[in-house]
């Protein structure tokens, strides 16, 4: 059974910092991955998708990498601002009998202070 | 264009009581799909539907049943609420067949049970 798990659970950065936040799985056999944010109360925002056959994708100030064969991925995010304090989730999609599903992380709270 | 939507945004029921929630995608995609959230768990996969006519259990279905309308909507329903069903529930939608099968997210129904 798949099994996808983010660490660290949260994390306080000032402002301006680098950071990455990191997103693990257990079977390496998934058709994607989707970097979703979540602020309070609201729903997801997808934020990067990558494909099995890809290495990265970035969009931004974003930058997410894949490796398929060690089960883990990383979220970039450079130069951090207070707007990007959410919640982030990693889902990997996984087919089964010809039709995908994704399995969702836990999610890394992030809050960036000013 | 309006994307993934979800009736309502906010609902308290009494245990044993019944209600449905309901979601409707314009983005002419074949696949449906309902999920819960709670602290701690993640998103889970309570139903999905590859097409119109069809639909198939996921990860947590027991205490709920769902219908495909038709193409655009997908609803969900629960016969006797039970406070254990507290949760934000999530539907989603995604073309089957296309390149990334990414998923788009509506936001959400935030659900409390007394």
């Known amino acids: 059974k798949q099994e996808v798990t983010q660490i660290p659970a949260a994390l306080s950065v000032p402002e301006g910092e680098n950071l990455v936040l990191n997103c693990s799985f257990t079977?390496?056999?998934?058709?994607?991955l989707q970097w979703f944010r979540q602020d309070p109360g609201k729903g997801l925002t997808s934020l990067l998708l990558?494909?099995?056959?890809?290495r990265e994708q970035t969009s931004g100030r974003l930058n997410a990498s894949l490796d398929k064969s060690s089960g883990r991925s990383t979220l970039y995010i450079a130069a951090s601002q207070p707007g990007d304090s959410a919640t982030y989730l990693c889902?990997?999609?996984?087919?089964?009998?010809?039709?995908?599903?994704?399995?969702f992380g836990t999610g890394t709270r992030l809050l960036v202070s000013p | 264009n309006a994307g993934v939507t979800q009736t309502p945004k906010f609902q308290v029921l009494k245990t044993g009581q019944s209600m449905t929630l309901q979601c409707a995608q314009d983005?002419?995609?074949?696949?449906m799909y309902w999920y819960r959230q709670d602290p701690g768990m993640g998103l889970r996969l309570i139903y999905y539907?590859?097409?119109?006519?069809?639909?198939d259990k996921g990860e947590v279905p027991n205490g709920y049943n769902v219908s495909r309308l038709n193409k655009r909507e997908f609803s969900l329903r629960l016969e006797s609420a039970a406070p254990s069903q507290t949760s934000v529930y999530f539907c989603?939608?995604?073309?089957?067949?296309?390149?990334?099968?990414?998923?788009?997210f509506g936001p959400g129904t935030r659900l409390t049970v007394t």
């Open positions: 989603a939608s995604s073309e089957e067949g296309s390149a990334t099968y990414e998923q788009y």
């Open positions: 079977d390496s056999a998934i058709y994607n």
């Open positions: 990558i494909q099995s056959s890809q």
């Open positions: 889902a990997v999609s996984v087919m089964n009998t010809g039709f995908q599903k994704l399995v």
């Open positions: 983005m002419n995609h074949n696949s």
């Open positions: 539907s590859a097409s119109e006519g069809t639909t």
